[in-house]
């Protein structure tokens, strides 16, 4: 790949594996794939929810709410979601099977209590950035490559967010997987089309 084109690896962590507190179906069956990709990328990003106990995402922080159920917070609707991805625990964890070396970045998000953060590149609020896109301008990166979990929630804003920040977008859905949520991936899909993100396979890509 072109030296400004960097490959994004979305929050492949084992709670998001099967068996894991918040699984995406089949997520495992995406590393393989990615490892390979990665390889032909000189810039990889690596990204990990990376949730503190009590967050304000998880059910069991809204006594007598249901995961899954949607409350109003301060920046909007929130999904909330089983206690998943806590710093520092196993859930939260890169996949063992990942192997990704040379990646120039594990960036770290959600961390923040008050907030969520499906996006790599800002937090729910769509005003705190997490950094990514100056780490990506001062490297001359004018093109992002998003996969990874889950297609219609972190990938999905991820890849939208990209477009917001002026990169050129590109989403393997091969290289993904989605939790589909009362019709979260087909929004998903008309908001990565609406902003501009292409969809494209890995041997469009690679060749």
């Known amino acids: 790949m072109t030296p400004n084109a960097a490959l994004l690896v979305v929050d492949m962590q084992n709670d998001f594996m ?24 000189a810039n990889v990003v690596l990204t990990q929810d990376w949730h503190c106990p009590g967050h304000a995402s998880f059910a069991s922080s809204h006594p007598g709410r249901q995961v899954y159920e949607t409350i109003d917070a301060f920046y909007g609707p929130q999904i909330l979601w089983p206690d ?19 990646a120039g970045l594990i960036l770290r998000k959600g961390y923040h209590k008050a907030v969520d953060s499906y996006s790599a590149f800002l937090e729910a609020d769509r005003e705190t950035r997490t950094g990514l896109d100056g780490w990506l301008s001062s490297r001359g990166i004018t093109e992002v490559v998003v996969c990874g979990l889950a297609t219609d929630f972190c990938v999905g804003w991820t890849a939208c967010d990209g477009r917001h ?22 929004r998903a899909h008309r908001n990565m089309a609406v902003a501009g993100a292409n969809f494209v396979t890995i041997s469009q890509l690679i060749g």
Request: aromatic residues 4%.
């Open 84 to 102: 998943h991805c806590v710093m520092g625990s196993h859930g939260a964890a890169l996949h063992p099977d990942l192997d990704i070396r040379h």
């Open 165 to 186: 920040f002026g990169l050129t977008v590109k989403v393997i859905e091969e290289a993904s997987r989605a939790i589909d949520l009362d019709g979260s991936m087909a």
């Open 18 to 41: 099967p068996g894991g507190a918040l699984a995406v179906p089949r997520g495992h069956e995406i590393v393989e794939p990615i490892n390979r990709l990665a390889q032909r990328f």
